[in-house]
Nanobody
């Protein structure tokens, strides 16, 4: 069982930066593939970025490539999402997710555990 708690969301102006953190419970954190998803009002939840268990392989959605970076610190049981050059269309609730497989997936249905979500609002 893994419990995930996100933090770091908030209100930021266009062009600004935020870093989300996701703290995980459980001693097997290092064996999980981790990812960030987001969901805007009236839209489906979508994949943002994912990381293999070691952090050695990452994958990002085209919409955030070059602006967002996922990383993880297995010693701290934490995964991060550094978001730069934020745009109003990045406004959403951001969710941390974990799956026991070794491959990063962009499908919501393939993740076993979810955090409660953290609101990110990009507005002037």
């Amino acid at each position: 069982q893994v419990q995930l708690v996100e933090s770091g969301g908030g209100l930021v102006q266009p062009g600004g930066s935020l870093r989300l953190s996701c703290a995980a419970s459980g001693r097997t954190f290092r064996t999980y593939t981790m990812a960030w998803f987001r969901q805007a009002p009236g839209k489906e939840r979508e994949f943002v970025a994912g990381s293999s268990w070691s952090g050695g392989w990452t994958y990002s959605a085209d919409s955030v490539k070059g602006r967002f970076t996922i990383s993880r610190d297995n010693a701290k049981n934490t995964v991060y999402l550094q978001m730069n050059s934020l745009k109003p269309e990045d406004t959403a609730v951001y969710y941390c997710a974990a799956r026991s497989g070794t491959v990063v997936s962009d499908r919501v249905s393939e993740y076993d555990y979810w955090g409660q979500g953290s609101q990110v609002t990009v507005s002037s």
